[in-house]
């Protein structure tokens, strides 16, 4: 059962830190496509960052200069490194992971992300004072 867990997310203050972590079991994350998404109240979430196996990554560009994506494959771990964040990034945060794809910014860029291989189930981040 391959499954990824999202952890890190809560209440920041505008211009505040977090990092989120997406962590998986079941599987090695070693060649695969993993990203991190979101979703806002009443939307389909939407690509935030991905990075390949790699270590190429893509950011959207809301985001690009704030957020940092990284890997550590030992620990079977992608984190996202969010600074700077404001109001508008309050969001559900999910990671997920593709064998198929095989580059970053495919995965963060597509319409439709029904077919993706394994979600995890979301932390939430707030940004408010």
């Known amino acids: 059962q391959r499954q990824l867990v999202e952890s890190g997310g809560g209440l920041v203050q505008p211009g505040g830190s977090l990092r989120l972590s997406c962590s998986a079991s079941g599987f090695t994350l070693d060649f695969w496509v993993v990203g991190w998404f979101r979703q806002f109240p009443g939307a389909e979430r939407q690509g935030v960052s991905c990075i390949s196996s790699g270590g190429t990554k893509y950011y959207a560009d809301s985001v690009k200069g704030r957020f940092t994506i990284s890997r550590d494959n030992a620990k079977n771990t992608v984190y996202l490194q969010m600074n700077n964040l404001q109001p508008e990034d309050t969001a559900v945060y999910y990671c997920?992971?593709?064998?198929?794809?095989?580059?970053?910014?495919?995965?963060?860029?597509?319409?439709?992300?029904?077919?993706?291989?394994?979600w995890g189930n979301g932390t939430l981040v707030t940004v408010s004072s």
């Open positions: 997920a992971a593709d064998f198929g794809i095989s580059f970053a910014q495919p995965m963060c860029t597509m319409s439709n992300y029904d077919n993706m291989d394994v």
